[in-house]
């Protein structure tokens, strides 16, 4: 757990000349019918051209539509939700899509009258009017790049509290003293007005944590998945491949040695290559299969993104959570539970100074990876962990004896990598088996060639000697008519 320590050197774009005494925080309003901030849940708003953009960067987009990745968004800001009764999201992309600055600024820059790198311009930067949406605390954008400067990641957050704001020094820490969950009121922190999620469309994602968490785990446990895959498919590879070649030799020998024609050649050639019809069937099966399994189910799990995972992350970013991996960063842990008696006091102090229920803690709590962990390709945490918890209920603490012990997580059941490698072996067998069937058909395309052929010869010879029979009769009744004029005299 990190809540913006003196060292903070994360991509929250805060002046570290500010933010060394300060934690930056959503506020929670005195009114009851104030509706910003905390107070009627944090609106966010996803631009309209947002999954058009980031679609072609998923690896599995075969399987999913804009519908999963919507989905994707929600079970990410839910994943917050669920483990504080404070902190809640209200969509408000439909309001902002129509909102009408947000239409006027779409209008005015006419992508749809443009073609190729200069309309994924204008879409990069037409993503930037739903920032005009008053409705959205929180806007969700796909661009090229980031409009700030930021470390190497795939997606960054900007807290901000003005539409003409840089987002590359925002002000969010010029406003403080938010009102804390439990009705205290901090004057030296940061309240955040605003906020911006960024994603990259250089990288390639995937949705599926499901399926894909089992091998980062391997691959966390035990060593490189990718490694473990090629160990165990090269063999099975290598064998298919030297059969194959062996089959393939002898039907060459087969075809060059053959004296009674070519269509006999190469229907026997085949014939060496393709029969018996199972054992090529499985030959051809494992020479597909092993690439398939390789490049279509392993790679993108190891060399992709978790979308779901990083959307996460980014929102612990918005709530003013850090990243307690990332370099010059502290990580802390609670000391004491929180309880009806230091929830006022106590809480607010920040974390390693006196009286803190925050202490310096070498190692995240708990066994499991930390969710706000500095984003890796092969180490990503899908859910919140008792150490992101403690972040969140440090940052909005509350005096009820409610808050969540253990963390909630929500997970789709849709298993799209199971269908991935679903589609694999059965793309394998089917090519496979069709390769096998066209070798089969060839021989007996061949063997009804020779067949043809031989029928075509035998009407000949047919035709041949019965023409020789019409024209020797012919010869002979010639003679006898001559044989006979001869005599008559």
Known sequence: MLVHPSAWVGFVTIPSTENASLLLRWSMPSDSRDTSGLGGGLTFAVEPDFCSKLMPHFNDRRWIDCEMVDDAIHRAFASWSANHQMVSFVNVSSHCANDVAVVQCREAYGCEQMSGSAQDNCLAARGNCTRSCDAAE?????????????????????????????????????DRGPRLTTGTMELRDGIIRRATVTFLRRDCYYLDSTFCAGLHRIERDSGSVLVYFSLFTMPFFALAVVLLAIRFVISVKVLLKHKRGWALGVRDAIRS??????????IL????????????????????????ASMAHEIGMVLGLGQPNALGNVNYALVGALNATNCMEQASILPGRSGALAALSPRPVGDDQPMMDVLKTRSVQPCPTADDLQGLNLLYPTCELTRQSAPLCFKSLENVGLLRLMTTVGLSLAISFMVAACLSKGSQWFEKIKLEVKRLADETAVAQQIAAVQIQARFRGQRVRREGSAVEP
């Not at 957050?157 to 539409?163: F, G």
């Not at 290559?273 to 499985?282: F, H, K, R, S």
């Not at 398939?292 to 992709?304: E, G």
């Open 138 to 174: 929180i806007v969700i954008l796909a661009q090229a790049s980031f409009p700030h400067s930021v470390v190497d990641t795939i997606a960054a957050v900007a807290h901000w509290d003005r539409l003409e704001t840089n987002v590359s020094e925002s002000v969010a820490v010029s």
């Open 273 to 282: 290559l393709a029969e018996p019809l199972a054992d090529i069937w499985i």
């Open 285 to 308: 099966f494992l020479v597909t299969l092993c690439p398939f399994l390789y490049f279509s189910v392993a790679q993108p799990c190891m060399r992709c993104d978790d979308f779901e």
